[in-house]
């Protein structure tokens, strides 16, 4: 088989993996990545661990530092206060021994007056000597709860902790994870295999993957207005055309869709079929004349639309559409009948090809 593009759903997989900064050239790269930073996560991790110890260890052996400081600071400015006092204790007694005396009032007003403020300064001393060291070794006890807190949370938060040590790569990891159980990665996965049991077609077959299709004007499919479409799998060989619309869905997303009604594969593929239909026998108008003239004359080319099943079957409804899965589509493709001539798959083949740039 002869292959032109790569998988729509996996391009746009490799894009949303780059964009968070992840390297990935092909899809399989994607789970090895993976791989990689799990292991880079799990050898970081015990790291992290043993730095976040070596920390708390250091921490602590600051905090008790700082405590030692603080109290042979607190016992020197404890012992300024006390000896400050006894100065003022000493002074207040002298304050009492001046007596009124005639002549010398003026000085044993003063004295009192002295006494008094002496009184008052050593009563506020004594009252505010703890919040004086308090004031003095402010920067010290600070310094001490932040140590503390930092100390604290370490111990309660280490899981927390490693993971802001390790934010590059935990948000790396997160996103990877994310996209593998995005539909993006159940697209290309889907996809891939298609292309895979593909390529055990001879090579009398093309296939051309991801093909983008538009037509010169717009045409009308079922009541709406139609001018483009995306294929996942376009497969042209002796035994006819095939628009092939991949579904690597679950259980769950499949009963939505079919019982919300909402874009089945079958509209989908059928909307395609058509358009590549008209592409393909150059129907311009689309009347009822030239398609009944196309379909009498031997130069129509037809095309089969396949939903190829690489998830969870979808139900089945009366149709033309072929549902199948992925491991039957070469089989199936090899045991249809012989409509087209390696000239006419040449011809068609040089219509298609030049939408992939070499």
Known sequence: MI????????????????????PAERFQAISEEKQRLESEYSEKVGLAEEDIRREIKELDAKIRALRQVIEKESFRISEET????????????ETHKVHPVPGKLISYLLARV?????????ARLKAESKKEADRLLRNEYAALKELKDRCEYLKNNTSSEIERKLFPLVR?????????????YWGAEGELHVIEKLHTLPDEYYLFNDLKLELEEYITFESKKLKSAQVDHLLVGPSGIYVIETKNWSPAYVKKVFREHSFTPYDQVRRSSYLVYRYLNGLKSGGLLRKGYFKLASREI???PVIAIAGSKIPLEKSPVQVLFADSLSSYVLSREVTLSKG???????????????
Do not use: T, W
């Not at 292959?3 to 992840?22: P, T």
């Not at 002295?114 to 050593?122: A, E, F, N, T, V």
């Not at 790396?172 to 995005?182: D, E, F, N, R, Y």
């Not at 006419?344 to 070499?358: R, S």
């Open 344 to 358: 006419d798959v040449k011809k068609i083949v040089k219509q298609l090809e030049h939408l992939f740039p070499k």
């Open 3 to 22: 292959e032109y593009g790569v998988s729509g759903a996996e391009k746009e997989l490799l894009r949303d993996v780059r964009s968070n900064g992840i």
């Open 114 to 122: 002295k006494r008094y403020l002496k009184s008052r300064s050593h």
């Open 82 to 93: 006390r000896l400050k006092l006894v100065k003022i204790e000493a002074e207040l007694k």
């Open 172 to 184: 790396q990891l997160g996103a990877l994870k994310k996209i593998m159980v995005s539909n993006n």
């Open 302 to 304: 037809k095309v089969q």
